[in-house]
């Protein structure tokens, strides 16, 4: 039975998720349709509860009425029938309804409503450009995509379960109480109204406040956080006393805004309590004043007391489920300023895939300057042959790296043109555009998980003896058997840490080059490549590496000249453009940049008073 309910809402939709609307109400029903006929369904069982719940408190009263005029032999004869379809309601239609609500609620609604939006925000954000990523910590993005998905569903469930249940129940005791007694109905309404301002006057007041207690807990959070993020810095300068004044600020901030809502809960539930008193108070008495004159039943003052006293109950949870949504709307809209963006970068219409046969590679007249004046690029023209190793040279901010990341079209161009074979590299897919093309890079970030996933990233399907082999050819199989992670998994199952923590950059970057060999994509991109690896390891990997390179089209930035020496030919490049053409030797001979790059090397590094970490940013 759990198991149909769960199955009745599909949480991970197949259509190509859209960018959101941004106003409120469409953004809600954006992630909300879907499940649009379970929401309905759930008001429908809210309303009903509801309507039962008061009618039970009319049938207390009429109990009362029964019980003080009937002739006991009688009783069961007379009103047997009203009995029975009561008792049917309390012991069969009211469970029975309660608990087709409940499993509605859920195992329908609870778990699939959150997962569908956070599987459609999820997918649409990872198909925002690289830019979007550079402008925003992966955690807030994270953190945004979880909990702007469950504020959907709060917003959503709590507006349609409990203002549908309330309204009805409302509406429903005014009217019970009003065939009971209408004169009884005016300290209710009185209740209600003076109830709706306190709600009105507090609850935006709450929401203020639940908004500052946000950025405080987030302040002294990260003053936490970054404390044990720079812990060995913590403790070569012994300022373990300092840490702790620090966090304490930030505590202090936020407890600030803890008493501060506190003192607003104490006075809410203060006045609201009086207002209940008084209700209960002007009810009974009314009711005993026309007891009195014979104008009322007992049945009547049993029924409007019991209500009473039920909807004091109710004015508490009122209060905190309104205040919850204020909350989750706010979050709602916190979220809707990151997922309601357009993609900088998208496939054109019905883009076909990348056909690569020969793997030639053409920089047609290309300008980019990242949004900028200029600086980076400007009309620049290269022809790279099928087949061809081109080496890309140049100090930092050159723009190797940029022309890199434009031919994966991580960024589109300002001008010009990049082809492959022909083909535009913005008129295909970007998926077969990247998939054709293998990289390595200096900043090998591996994912938190097994060896063997990482390795086959480049080709999920590959088997473990391809795993193997490709380890083997980066000449990292060795230290892998070796491996064994915190619960006990060993070899390829080892799991490397976030971001691979737990490996050497050596090992990081023998990872990366087996998951290269692995795809063998037709053309390959090495960026310092054999960076983070010693000469040792260098050396016992160079042959494998010249082995990919292998009618492949290559084109390999790497500041030890060393590595590069081998290349068809050598692109020198200074402030976004080629100022030079060569094989090493020619360039070498010469008495340009290349030449004095060479001759101020020192064991096999650049010499001069740059940095040598290649910076894309700075392009």
Do not use: C
């Amino acid at each position: 039975m759990f198991r149909w309910f769960e199955n009745r809402l599909n949480p991970y939709p197949e259509q190509l998720p859209e960018m959101p609307p941004k106003g409120l109400i469409p953004f809600l029903w954006h992630y909300s349709k879907p499940a649009a006929p379970w929401l309905i369904l759930m008001s429908m069982a809210a309303a009903l509860i509801a309507f039962a719940e008061v009618y039970l408190f009319q049938f207390l009263g009429d109990i009362v009425n029964w019980l003080s005029t009937a002739n006991r032999d009688t009783f069961l004869a007379d009103e047997g029938r009203h009995l029975f379809w009561m008792g049917a309601l309390v012991l069969v239609g009211l469970p029975l309804l309660t608990a087709f609500s409940s499993m509605l609620i859920h195992q329908t609604l609870l778990p699939n409503l959150p997962m569908i939006g956070r599987w459609q925000m999820h997918r649409y954000v990872l198909r925002h450009s690289m830019t979007f990523f550079a402008n925003e910590f992966a955690g807030r993005v994270s953190q945004k995509v979880m909990q702007t998905s469950l504020a959907v569903r709060e917003t959503v469930m709590k507006t349609l379960d409990m203002f549908v249940y309330v309204i009805t129940y409302f509406a429903s005791m005014i009217f019970v109480v009003a065939a009971a007694d209408l004169r009884l109905v005016i300290p209710l309404l009185i209740w209600i109204v003076i109830y709706g301002l306190l709600l009105w006057y507090f609850i935006p007041r709450l929401r203020k406040i639940s908004a500052d207690q946000a950025d405080a807990r987030s302040l002294m959070t990260g003053r936490v956080v970054d404390s044990y993020t720079n812990i060995a810095t913590v403790k070569l300068f012994s300022h373990a006393g300092r840490e702790e004044d620090f966090s304490k600020e930030g505590m202090d901030d936020f407890l600030e805004t803890v008493y501060r809502q506190m003192r607003r809960v104490t006075q809410f539930q203060i006045l609201v309590y009086i207002n209940n008193a008084i209700a209960l108070f002007s009810v009974g008495a009314l009711a005993i004043h026309f007891w009195m004159q014979d104008t009322i039943t007992v049945g009547a003052i049993a029924l409007t007391l019991g209500l009473v006293m039920r909807i004091g109950g109710m004015s508490q949870w009122i209060m905190w489920e309104v205040t919850g949504l204020f909350e989750n709307i706010g979050t709602v809209y916190d979220g809707m300023s990151m997922m309601a963006r357009k993609h900088e970068l998208t496939d054109v219409e019905n883009a076909p895939a990348l056909d690569v046969k020969n793997g030639e590679i053409v920089y047609d007249d290309i300008s980019f300057n990242y949004g900028k004046k200029g600086g980076v690029i400007e009309h620049l023209s290269l022809k790279i042959n099928p087949g061809e190793k081109v080496g890309l040279v140049g100090r930092s901010g050159a723009g190797k790296t940029t022309m890199m990341n434009l031919l994966l079209r991580f960024f589109d161009l300002e001008g010009g043109r990049i082809t492959i074979d022909g083909q535009s590299v913005s008129q295909v897919t970007q998926d077969s555009l990247r998939e054709h093309i293998g990289v390595v890079t200096q900043d090998t970030s591996l994912l938190h998980r097994s060896i063997r996933d990482n390795i086959a990233y480049s080709h999920p399907d590959a088997s473990d003896e391809d795993v193997i082999e490709a380890a083997k050819r980066a000449n990292a199989w060795e230290f892998i058997q070796s491996l064994t992670d915190m619960h006990g998994r060993v070899g390829l199952d080892a799991h490397v840490g976030e971001r691979g923590v737990k490996l050497s950059g050596g090992q990081r970057q023998r990872i990366a080059i087996a998951r290269v060999f692995l795809k063998d994509a037709p053309i390959l991109i090495l960026d310092e490549a054999t960076s983070a690896l010693d000469s040792e390891v260098e050396a016992a990997i160079q042959e494998s590496l010249f082995g990919l390179m292998e009618g492949k089209t290559v084109i390999a930035i790497a500041h030890r000249l060393s590595t590069l020496t081998e290349m068809d030919r050598l692109v020198v490049l200074d402030k976004g453009k080629i100022v030079e053409l060569g094989t090493h030797e020619e360039l070498a001979a010469g008495n340009g940049i290349y030449a004095d790059l060479w001759r101020r090397q020192s064991g096999g590094f650049l010499g001069d008073d740059e940095t040598v970490v290649e910076d894309a940013a700075a392009e």
